[in-house]
């Protein structure tokens, strides 16, 4: 079977002088030929390049023009690849259609999206399935509804004009656009792994992160926070945080969703023992002096099931699974950090801190893992101890907190 796809100028002349430019395929096999056009623009006769098969430069929209007349039969050539690479009949009426694709002829970008964001839900990685469902979102927003395109069609260019789209309809932030591009690259190393491609359109393109200062408490801020005399929601959230920080820097929402049930005591020491909400690993924490007395505190003044006071209200539904609660879960965490986080900024008032410390929850993890740099000359220790699934993570995580110290070190060096 053989298939021949060109761009031509039909004969057919409208009313205003111009002829169609036509996306023509002939498909040749053993029944004999079947034939499909499909109009991609209109132009005079005297601005077509039969030889080139592209629109002359004389014509004032050329370039746009060519680059649409390009891509459409790049779009079709690699729809002939697909269905020959599958062994799959080919249909010229699917060839020069536009960039809807026929997706049970090929697995579809989206669809394959799709298909991973439900795999993370289904292993309870509700949180990750909902970041990921975003990025998915924007993906179909730039695609056209009801549209699709081919796995394999989605190339360098491809994700290149996806981004400058990302660029042109909110996305200002680097560090957005880096998280949207990473997610790309997680469903293309998916694919390989699954077989459904054999190579990564993102292994040569690179979307930097934009570093920002990571701000973080000095052991005397951290002493002096303690020490504040603080009451109600505002203590609560400076001992929220100190715990967060006791706890080897867990995340906030791993704190807000501590359990009385995770608490445990052997003899005179006290632990915490439970499973990260991100990762699902789990944490086992022997408590200091300091963090057992805060411990012992809400144990005795919290009502329900929750160790510390933020979600005391909430009770879960005898009628949902595991996975329904969490989803019902994950919203009112999200609100509770929000207060937490603005609690902070009061208290780092109250406790006159320096203006660039915007504090919030994640400073603690910050603040431990800078101290524990300090003190920890076994890295691989801190990584576990952060929860880090690759050491990689734990070095870039405290190069990027060292490096925000560089100047304040320098200055030794003209004392």
């Not at 056009?37 to 132009?43: G, P, Q």
């Not at 629109?55 to 023009?65: A, E, F, G, Q």
Request: charged share 25%; aromatic share 8%; net charge positive.
């Amino acid at each position: 079977m053989s298939v021949s796809l060109k761009l031509m100028l039909h004969a057919k002349k409208y009313a205003d002088g111009t002829n169609p430019i036509m996306l023509r395929c002939i498909v040749t096999g053993p029944s004999g030929k079947s034939f499909k056009a499909r109009m991609l623009y209109k132009v005079k006769p005297m601005y077509w390049d039969k030889k080139k098969s592209e629109v002359k430069s004389s014509y004032p929209l050329y370039i746009s023009i060519n680059k649409k007349l390009t891509t459409a039969l790049n779009n079709a050539k690699q729809r002939v690849f697909d269905l020959q690479r599958q062994g799959l009949p080919i249909d010229p009426d699917e060839i020069v259609q536009s960039n809807e694709v026929v997706v049970s002829k090929g697995v579809g970008f989206l669809d394959h999206a799709r298909a991973y964001v439900a795999k993370c839900d289904q292993k309870g990685l509700i949180h990750t399935a909902e970041k990921y469902g975003g990025h998915v979102s924007k993906l179909a927003e730039y695609i056209g509804a009801g549209k699709d395109v081919l796995l394999t069609a989605v190339d360098e260019n491809w994700l290149l004009g996806w981004s400058a789209w990302l660029k042109d309809n909110g996305t200002r932030s680097a560090n957005t656009l880096h998280r949207r591009m990473a997610f790309i690259n997680t469903l293309f190393r998916d694919a390989i792994r699954r077989g459904l491609v054999s190579t990564n359109p993102m292994a040569f393109l690179e979307f930097k992160e934009q570093r920002v200062r990571k701000p973080k408490l000095t052991l005397e801020q951290l002493n002096t926070l303690e020490a504040l005399p603080l009451e109600g929601r505002e203590a609560d959230a400076r001992n929220t945080f100190l715990l967060q920080f006791f706890a080897y820097g867990t995340r906030i929402s791993d704190a807000l969703t501590w359990k009385k049930s995770d608490v445990r005591q052997d003899g005179p020491v006290w632990y915490l023992h439970y499973t990260s909400m991100k990762t699902k690993d789990l944490i086992d924490v022997r408590l200091n002096d300091r963090a057992a007395a805060l411990v012992k505190h809400y144990l005795d003044t919290v009502p329900g099931p929750y160790l510390l006071p933020w979600l005391a209200s909430y009770e879960r539904l005898p009628s949902h699974s595991d996975t329904e609660d969490l989803k019902r879960l994950l919203p009112l965490v999200e609100s509770k950090t929000t207060m937490v986080n603005w609690l902070l900024k009061k208290v780092a008032k109250k406790a006159e801190f320096p203006e660039h410390i915007k504090l919030t929850s994640h400073i603690a993890r910050h603040t431990f893992a800078t101290l524990a740099d300090a003190k920890v000359s076994d890295k691989r220790k801190i990584s576990a101890a952060l929860g880090h699934s690759k050491f990689a993570t734990t070095e870039a995580y405290l190069s990027e907190l060292r490096q925000s110290d560089v100047n304040d070190a320098m200055d030794a060096v003209f004392d």
